[in-house]
C-alpha cells in the first residue's frame, strides 16, 4: 500500500484474509495473490475505516473450488480428474447469447451442429447421450433425440460452468462417459443484490415488414421476425438465516432461412462389389430448397430459499419454470410449444466432526404441445418427468481417507404420439444405483482414488462399474494424473420403444432387444502452472462394448433411422489446453483437441470433426472507477469427412452404397469490449461470428446440415446495472 507522501507499506492476512493494520490515512492499495486477480484501489481514511476487499479467482486459479469432479468442494489443483471451469464473469464480459454460443467458443472438442430434427451436441466423439447437463448437481428431462432445450439455461445466473471430460459413470451414473457439464448457479452473500441488463443483437432476417392484422398469416408473419433480444433481472438478499435468489430470463430470436448455391452432389466411390467400377457423382435435378431455422421465444425463472440456522445444518428449496415458443417457417398455422416446471429439496447435515450427509429430492417435468396460431389450443404431443431421491455422505473418519458414497433411484417416464401409430402411449423406466469411492492421501505428493457404482434395472439386472484414479503433485506446480474408469448405460425409453414414421419420408425405429453398452475409459495427463502460465496434456482412449448408435438404412428408397449395438467401437485423442499472461493485463488462452473415431466395417459414420481448436485473447485495463476488458475468441472445426448410406441403381439394378460427405473447415470469431463505470453499470458491445462465416452446403440426403446454423456476423450491445450500488454511480467521491 502507498499512502499519499508516497511511502509504501503493506500487510499479510490472515487465514481469513483479515489484515489487523489500522488506517491512518489516505491509501492506494494493489493486492497479488496466488491464483486471483491482482486488485488495485483507494482507500479514503475518513470516510472508513474497516474495509472489505474482494479479489476475483482466475479462471485456472490453483485455489478455485470445484465440486464437479469428486461431489466434494476442493481447490481445483487438488481434484481427482481435470476440471475446466468458465467462470460467470468471462461469461458476461464475452456477451455470449446462450449456452451453445459460450460453450462452443470455450471448450476444446465440443460442437453444437443442426441436424434433421434439431440442434445437437458432439463432445470428443460422442453425442448428447453420452454428455449429461446438470443444474447445481441435478439431471434434467425432456431430450429430443437425445438433445435437451438449451435454452432452459440463464447464462446470467450462472455463477460458473465446471466440465469434466471423460467417464465420470462411478459418481453420476448413466450418460456420463463422455461428460459432465455442471452449472453452478449464482448465491448472494450480500444483504440486498440486484442486478438487470437487456441485450440486443442484429436480426437475421426481416421475412416480413410491416405485416397487416387483416392479414390470415399475421400471427405468423409476425412471430418469424422476433427481435434478437433479451432482458434479465438477479434478486439475491441475504437476511440472518435466510438466503433468497431470484433469477428471471427472458429472450427471443428471429427465424431465417439458409440457402445453398449449388445442386446436391452425391459421391459414391468405387465398389467392385456391386459392379461399380468406378468412382460415380449424382447431382440432383432441382436446387436444394433453404433450410428454415425456427425463431424463439422463452421465459425462464427460478427461485431458491436457503436456511441456514447453525452452521451445521443448510436447506435448500428450489424451483423453476420454463416456457418456450419455437417459431418455425412452415405457414402450418401451428408452432411448437414446450414447458418445465422443476422442484427440489436439498438437506445438508454435519454429524460430529467426521461425517456429513446430504438428502434430496429432485422432480423435473417437461411438456412438448403443438400450438394453434389462431386460436387458443395446443395438444400435447411429448410429456417427460423424472424424480430422483437421494442419500449422499462423505466422510474423513479415517485418516488421510475421504470417503464418499450413495444411493439413488431414478425414474424417468416419457408419453409420447412417436411409440405406436402416431398415439400418445407411456413408457417407463427405473434405476436404483449406489457408488462407494475412497480418495486416500498417501504422503504429501499422492492421491490414489478407487471406487464403484452398482446400477440395478429389473430388465438387465446389477451390473458393477469401477474407478480407479492416481493423482502426483512432484511440485507445487507439477500435476500428473491417471484415471480408468469403467462406464454403463442401460438403453433410454426412445432407443427401446421408438416407432415413428414421419409423414412417409422416414421412421424411426427402437429395439426392445438392445443390449446396454458399456465402455472403459484411460487418460493421462500433465499440468504445469505459475502465475504466468498454465499448461495441460491430456491422453485418453475410450472403448465401447454394444454401443448403442442410431443408423440410417434405405429400404426402396425409404430411409429409416434403426438403433441398434455395435459389436464395438473405439475411441482415441489428445487435448491440450494453455494460459500465457502476454504481459500483466493482457492474457491468451489456447487449445487443440483430436479425436480419431473407429470406422465401422471400413466406413465411417461419425460426424465429429478430428480437429477442433480455439484461441481467446483477452486484455483488461482497470483504474479506480473505470476498467474496460476486451475479447477476441476463435472456434476452429476442421474438416469433418464421413459417409451416409443410401441406394442407387446401376446396370438396372438397385444396390445398398454408401456416399461421402466433406464438410471444410470452418471457424466462427466472436470479439466484445466491456467498459465497467464506478464498479456497476457494465456496457458491452461486440460483433459475433465478425467473419462472416455461413455454410457452404446444406447436406445431401439424409445428411441435411452437420455445421452450426448461423446467419453470418451479427453485431449486438447489452448493458447490465448492479443496482443495488446505483448509489455509487451517482456519486461524485
Known amino acids: 500500500m502507498k499512502n499519499n507522501t508516497s511511502k509504501v507499506t503493506g500487510g499479510i492476512s490472515d487465514a481469513d484474509g483479515v489484515i489487523k493494520n489500522p488506517l491512518t490515512e489516505d491509501f492506494n492499495y494493489k493486492i497479488s495473490l496466488m ?34 469432479g469428486s461431489k466434494a468442494p476442493r481447490p481445483i489443483k487438488l481434484s481427482p480428474v481435470i476440471t475446466q471451469v468458465i467462470a460467470s464473469d468471462q461469461l458476461a464480459e464475452s ?55 438449451y435454452q432452459r439455461f ?33 448465491k448472494t452473500n450480500k444483504k440486498f443484490e440486484a442486478k438487470g441488463g437487456v441485450r440486443y443483437g442484429q436480426m437475421n432476417q426481416v421475412n416480413y415488414e410491416d405485416p397487416s392484422k387483416s392479414d390470415f398469416l399475421y400471427m405468423y408473419e409476425k412471430n418469424v421476425d422476433k427481435p434478437n433480444m433479451q432482458t434479465w433481472l438477479s434478486l ?13 430470463w427472458y429472450s427471443t430470436s428471429d427465424a431465417y432461412y439458409l440457402f445453398q448455391s449449388q445442386k446436391d452432389k452425391k459421391y459414391f466411390p468405387a465398389n467392385p462389389s456391386i459392379g461399380l467400377l468406378k468412382d460415380t457423382i449424382i447431382t440432383s435435378w432441382l436446387p436444394r430448397p433453404p433450410l428454415g431455422i425456427e425463431g424463439s421465444e422463452h421465459l425462464n425463472v427460478s427461485q431458491k430459499l436457503y436456511f441456514e440456522p447453525t452452521k451445521n445444518i443448510s436447506l435448500q428449496l428450489y424451483g423453476s419454470g420454463f416456457l418456450l415458443n ?17 422442484m427440489g429439496f436439498k438437506s445438508n447435515i454435519q454429524l460430529g466432526k467426521a461425517l456429513n450427509t446430504t438428502i434430496s429430492l429432485h422432480t423435473d417435468k417437461y411438456k412438448r404441445y403443438k400450438r394453434q396460431e389462431r386460436v387458443d389450443t395446443r395438444e400435447v404431443v411429448y410429456d417427460s418427468q423424472i424424480y430422483q431421491p437421494r ?60 471406487g464403484f457404482r452398482a446400477s440395478y434395472n429389473e430388465n438387465y439386472g446389477t451390473n458393477i462399474a469401477p474407478k480407479l484414479a492416481l493423482k502426483f503433485n512432484p511440485t507445487d506446480q507439477f500435476t500428473f494424473r491417471f484415471n480408468y474408469a469403467s462406464g454403463y448405460r442401460s438403453p433410454s425409453i426412445k432407443e427401446l420403444y421408438f416407432n415413428w414414421d414421419h409423414l412417409g419420408m422416414f421412421q424411426i425405429i427402437g429395439d426392445e432387444f438392445l443390449n446396454p453398452e458399456k465402455n472403459n475409459y484411460f487418460s493421462l495427463s500433465g499440468q504445469f502452472e505459475n502465475r504466468d502460465l498454465f499448461l495441460s496434456a491430456n491422453l485418453y482412449a475410450n472403448n465401447f462394448k454394444n454401443k448403442i448408435e442410431g443408423v440410417w438404412r434405405v429400404y426402396d428408397f425409404q430411409y429409416n433411422f434403426e438403433y ?15 494460459r500465457i499472461k502476454l504481459f500483466d493485463p493482457c492474457i491468451l488462452n489456447v487449445s487443440y483437441s483430436y479425436v480419431d473415431v473407429e470406422k465401422i466395417d471400413g466406413v465411417q459414420l461419425n460426424t465429429s470433426s478430428p480437429h477442433t481448436g480455439s484461441i481467446r ?53 466472436n470479439f466484445s469490449i466491456t467498459q465497467k463505470f464506478r464498479k456497476c453499470l457494465n456496457l458491452t458491445v461486440g460483433v459475433d461470428n465478425f467473419l462472416n462465416y455461413t455454410p457452404e452446403t446444406l447436406g445431401s440426403g439424409v445428411t441435411m446440415f452437420n455445421v452450426p446454423a448461423t446467419a453470418g456476423r451479427r453485431g449486438f450491445v447489452q448493458l447490465e446495472l448492479q443496482m443495488d450500488k446505483i448509489d455509487h454511480l451517482l456519486s461524485n467521491k
Open 154 to 186: 440463464n447464462l446470467h445466473a450462472i455463477d460458473r460452468i465446471e466440465i469434466v471430460k471423460g467417464a465420470s459413470s462411478t459418481l453420476y451414473g448413466s450418460r456420463a462417459a463422455g461428460a459432465v457439464i455442471n452449472l453452478i448457479t449464482k
Open 391 to 450: 442419500l449422499f455422505f462423505t466422510s474423513d473418519i479415517i485418516k488421510n481417507n475421504l470417503i464418499m458414497g450413495g444411493i439413488e433411484y431414478y425414474e424417468d417416464v416419457l408419453t409420447s404420439d412417436r411409440f405406436k401409430n402416431n398415439q400418445l402411449s407411456t413408457q417407463k423406466k427405473q434405476d436404483l444405483e449406489y457408488f462407494l469411492q475412497d480418495e486416500l492421501n498417501i504422503g504429501q505428493r499422492f492421491t490414489l482414488t478407487g
Open 564 to 578: 441398434r449395438n455395435l459389436s464395438q467401437s473405439n475411441i482415441k485423442g489428445a487435448e491440450i489446453m494453455g
Open 617 to 669: 485473447l483477452s486484455y483488461k485495463y482497470d483504474k479506480r472507477n473505470y476498467s474496460l476488458t476486451s475479447n477476441m475468441s476463435v472456434a476452429i472445426t476442421g474438416q469433418k469427412d464421413f459417409s451416409i448410406q443410401d441406394r442407387i441403381v446401376h446396370n438396372n439394378k438397385t444396390y445398398d452404397a454408401f456416399f461421402d460427405v466433406e464438410i471444410p473447415t470452418y471457424c466462427l470469431c
Open 35 to 68: 491464483g486471483y486477480q491482482t486488485t488495485e484501489g483507494f482507500i479514503h481514511y475518513k470516510n472508513k475505516r474497516d474495509t472489505t476487499i474482494y479479489v476475483k479467482p482466475i479462471n485456472y486459479g490453483l485455489n478455485q473450488v470445484v465440486v464437479t
Open 236 to 248: 439475491g438478499s441475504k437476511i440472518g438465516k435466510f438466503t433468497l435468489q431470484t433469477d428471471m
Open 95 to 149: 456477451g455470449y447469447v446462450g449456452i451453445q454460443n459460450a460453450l462452443m467458443q470455450e471448450i476444446p472438442g465440443l460442437n453444437f451442429q443442426k441436424v434433421g430434427f434439431g440442434t445437437d451436441i458432439n463432445v470428443s466423439g460422442l453425442d448428447a447421450r453420452h454428455v449429461l447437463f446438470l443444474i447445481d448437481g441435478e439431471r434434467l428431462t425432456g431430450e429430443m433425440a437425445g438433445n435437451i432445450d
Open 326 to 342: 419455437t417459431y418455425d417457417m412452415v405457414q402450418d398455422l401451428q408452432f411448437d410449444q414446450a414447458e418445465d416446471l422443476t
